[in-house]
């Protein structure tokens, strides 16, 4: 009892103490605010902020203290840092017009902010629509990260007082000239996390004309917000899944909606170009352009071909950006890839109809990934530069994602030593031996050549690849593997011990599989090769979820499989 009353006397002498204390530390804080004025005068600038910072420890709730922290920080033009005391005094007094018309300032001051703090957009005199982009990384962990977009009538920061439109120049296919001119008087900007803290950064800017401006007298707000939107969603899908594109993070994307042109876009540097804005196109139309655009924009040169057009990242970007969405779509509802609510989830993040997306990625799995099984990862096609070539290299990379994974997609891109499309075969060839010389090689069941296999029911279409691949008794599924030299063994995943199977390795065989148990595949030369899983007559259905890969160890040779 004496113990818990002496604790007690202890905490009220030391609040009496701080109480006693606060009129102190508001003078000396008041006295430090006067000389950092002074200092200021003089133009001793860091000796005026040391002053402030030292009232700051003393007193950080009073008012006067952040007000000239911020006068301070926009003379030294930390635009971010700025805004922060501005917001800060505003949370302390929040009728204080001063700090009202600095942060007014500094929205539509010389350069609108390329930085902010979520906490900062309630002070803002710019109204923000704020949404999360959630991703699936290759453990399984979920990445959240936020993304903003400026809704309403904003002036582009280009255009001093709200005088003239911008009138920008609009470059010829490849970027080789000049066609013409467009004019440009409103401005969507979009803003995307970074990984750390909330700090805002900059990622696009949308500019279209006005209705006033317009040529045809339309309204592109609604749709410059949902093109922001939908740019801020595969810039996030590209930094986090596939670590491109490798430009600092200050690299802002520009958007330009022009009314004029071919119904189209146009990719060059920095600078998207949406021609005859006014076209009605259909939701996905609008997804493919801006994912297409991006994938110029993020992913390595893949080329040079000579149609459908010189580089197949716009392609390849189409399809990688936009099965992301779908994956995130089904993430959001809870449901697989391509449930009913999970399409009608991406339609009401688009806003605007039903996005046909799931008959998109199917078709263009047809028409790349297909086309690929189809002639072999040794086809005289590898080293083309028509259009077939075109098509087989995007499903040469769409296979590496459905097969490996986004990490190894990713290696397989950085590790192209150019832009040709043998570099890009070659670095998965490097990827995957660097994956293999770590451990075992995933090879997911949705990477099966669909057109060589014997199903009874068809697997589904998924965001990332297809699913769902069961083996009913007698089916069999195939798949291209490409292996190293030396012994090689296989498990399946998950064991089901009730449940064998019969693996072929380029024709010969069976090996059986039962459960988690590997089997060696003997000593293989390096290359392509060809696997074959075959459920019994008389066993039972088996779902497959992934074949494990693991070579460089030593192997017993295994009966059954001589040539």
Request: charged residues 25%.
């Given at each position: 009892?004496?113990r818990?009353f002496?604790?007690?006397?202890?905490?009220?002498?030391?609040?009496?103490?701080?109480w006693a204390q606060?009129?102190?530390a508001r003078?000396?804080?008041?006295?430090?605010?006067r000389?950092?004025?002074?200092?200021?005068?003089?133009?001793?600038?860091?000796?005026?902020?040391?002053?402030?910072?030292q009232?700051?420890?003393?007193?950080?709730?009073?008012?006067s203290i952040?007000?000239?922290?911020g006068?301070?920080?926009?003379?030294?033009?930390?635009?971010?840092?700025?805004?922060?005391?501005?917001?800060?005094?505003?949370e302390?007094r929040?009728?204080?017009?001063?700090?009202?018309?600095?942060?007014?300032?500094?929205?539509?001051?010389?350069?609108?902010?390329?930085?902010?703090?979520?906490?900062?957009?309630?002070?803002?005199?710019?109204?923000?629509?704020?949404?999360?982009?959630?991703?699936?990384?290759?453990?399984?962990?979920?990445?959240?990260?936020?993304?903003?977009?400026?809704?309403g009538?904003?002036?582009?920061?280009a255009?001093?007082?709200?005088?003239?439109?911008?009138?920008?120049?609009i470059?010829?296919?490849?970027g080789?000239?000049?066609?013409?001119?467009?004019?440009?008087?409103?401005?969507?900007?979009?803003?995307?996390?970074v990984?750390?803290?909330?700090?805002?950064?900059?990622?696009?800017?949308?500019?279209?004309?006005?209705?006033?401006?317009?040529?045809?007298?339309?309204?592109?707000?609604?749709?410059?917000?949902?093109?922001?939107?939908i740019?801020?969603?595969?810039?996030?899908?590209?930094?986090?899944?596939?670590?491109?594109?490798?430009?600092?993070?200050?690299?802002i994307?520009?958007?330009?909606?022009?009314?004029?042109?071919?119904?189209?876009?146009?990719?060059?540097?920095?600078?998207?170009?949406?021609?005859?804005?006014?076209?009605?196109?259909?939701?996905?139309?609008?997804?493919r352009?801006?994912?297409?655009?991006?994938?110029?924009y993020?992913?390595?040169?893949?080329?040079r071909?000579?149609?459908?057009?010189?580089?197949?990242?716009?392609?390849?970007?189409?399809?990688?950006?936009?099965?992301r969405?779908?994956?995130?779509?089904?993430?959001?509802?809870?449901?697989?890839?391509?449930s009913?609510?999970?399409?009608?989830?991406?339609?009401?993040l688009?806003?605007?109809?039903?996005?046909?997306?799931?008959?998109?990625?199917?078709?263009?799995?047809?028409?790349?990934?297909d086309?690929?099984?189809?002639?072999?990862?040794?086809s005289?096609?590898?080293a083309?530069?028509?259009?077939?070539?075109?098509?087989?290299?995007?499903?040469?990379?769409?296979?590496?994602?459905?097969?490996?994974?986004?990490?190894?997609?990713?290696?397989?891109?950085?590790?192209?030593?150019g832009?040709?499309?043998?570099?890009?075969?070659?670095?998965?060839?490097?990827?995957?031996?660097?994956?293999?010389?770590?451990?075992?090689?995933?090879l997911?069941?949705?990477?099966?050549d669909?057109?060589?296999?014997?199903?009874?029911?068809?697997?589904?279409?998924?965001?990332?690849?297809?699913?769902?691949?069961?083996?009913?008794?007698?089916?069999?599924a195939?798949?291209?593997?490409?292996?190293?030299?030396?012994?090689?063994?296989?498990?399946?995943?998950?064991?089901?011990?009730?449940?064998?199977?019969?693996?072929?390795?380029d024709g010969?065989?069976p090996?059986?599989?039962?459960?988690?148990?590997?089997?060696?595949?003997?000593q293989?030369?390096?290359?392509?090769?060809?696997?074959?899983?075959?459920?019994?007559?008389?066993?039972?259905?088996?779902?497959l979820q992934?074949?494990?890969?693991?070579?460089?160890?030593?192997?017993?040779?295994?009966?059954?499989?001589?040539?």
């Amino acid at each position: 009892m004496m113990r818990r009353f002496a604790v007690t006397v202890a905490l009220a002498l030391t609040a009496a103490l701080a109480w006693a204390q606060q009129p102190n530390a508001r003078a000396q804080a008041i006295e430090l605010v006067r000389q950092s004025q002074e200092l200021a005068d003089a133009g001793d600038r860091a000796g005026a902020l040391d002053r402030l910072l030292q009232a700051l420890e003393l007193d950080p709730d009073y008012p006067s203290i952040h007000a000239h922290l911020g006068y301070l920080y926009e003379l030294e033009g930390d635009t971010l840092k700025a805004l922060a005391s501005y917001g800060r005094l505003l949370e302390l007094r929040p009728d204080d017009e001063y700090g009202r018309a600095r942060i007014t300032h500094l929205f539509f001051g010389e350069q609108f902010p390329r930085r902010l703090r979520l906490s900062l957009l309630q002070f803002s005199p710019v109204s923000f629509v704020t949404d999360e982009c959630r991703l699936r990384l290759a453990g399984g962990d979920d990445l959240l990260r936020q993304i903003v977009w400026t809704r309403g009538v904003i002036y582009p920061e280009a255009m001093a007082d709200r005088g003239a439109p911008m009138e920008v120049e609009i470059p010829s296919a490849g970027g080789q000239g000049v066609v013409g001119t467009a004019h440009f008087n409103r401005v969507c900007y979009g803003f995307t996390v970074v990984p750390e803290g909330d700090e805002l950064r900059m990622t696009a800017m949308v500019s279209y004309p006005s209705p006033l401006l317009s040529e045809r007298s339309a309204d592109y707000s609604a749709l410059a917000e949902r093109l922001a939107h939908i740019l801020l969603r595969v810039h996030c899908y590209s930094r986090a899944c596939y670590g491109l594109p490798q430009a600092p993070e200050e690299h802002i994307a520009r958007v330009w909606m022009c009314e004029s042109g071919p119904t189209g876009a146009e990719q060059y540097e920095d600078d998207v170009f949406i021609y005859d804005a006014a076209r009605d196109r259909r939701p996905v139309e609008w997804l493919r352009e801006i994912a297409h655009e991006w994938g110029h924009y993020a992913l390595p040169r893949m080329g040079r071909f000579t149609e459908p057009e010189p580089y197949a990242s716009g392609v390849l970007g189409e399809a990688l950006f936009l099965q992301r969405l779908a994956e995130e779509a089904g993430l959001v509802v809870g449901e697989r890839w391509p449930s009913e609510r999970a399409q009608v989830a991406v339609g009401a993040l688009w806003g605007n109809g039903r996005v046909e997306l799931a008959d998109f990625l199917a078709q263009m799995r047809r028409d790349t990934l297909d086309l690929w099984l189809a002639r072999g990862p040794n086809s005289e096609l590898a080293a083309g530069l028509g259009e077939q070539s075109f098509r087989y290299l995007v499903g040469a990379l769409l296979w590496v994602e459905a097969a490996h994974g986004h990490d190894l997609l990713r290696a397989t891109l950085l590790k192209a030593p150019g832009e040709s499309p043998a570099d890009f075969y070659y670095g998965y060839r490097q990827a995957l031996r660097d994956a293999a010389e770590a451990g075992e090689v995933t090879l997911d069941a949705g990477a099966l050549d669909l057109g060589r296999s014997e199903l009874s029911a068809p697997p589904v279409e998924g965001a990332l690849r297809r699913e769902n691949v069961e083996l009913a008794p007698g089916d069999r599924a195939q798949f291209p593997v490409f292996l190293l030299e030396g012994p090689a063994e296989v498990r399946i995943t998950p064991g089901a011990p009730q449940a064998g199977l019969d693996l072929f390795v380029d024709g010969v065989g069976p090996l059986h599989l039962e459960g988690d148990e590997p089997v060696s595949l003997g000593q293989r030369e390096q290359g392509w090769h060809t696997l074959t899983l075959q459920a019994p007559e008389d066993g039972q259905p088996v779902t497959l979820q992934a074949l494990i890969i693991r070579t460089g160890e030593p192997a017993v040779p295994a009966p059954g499989l001589e040539e």
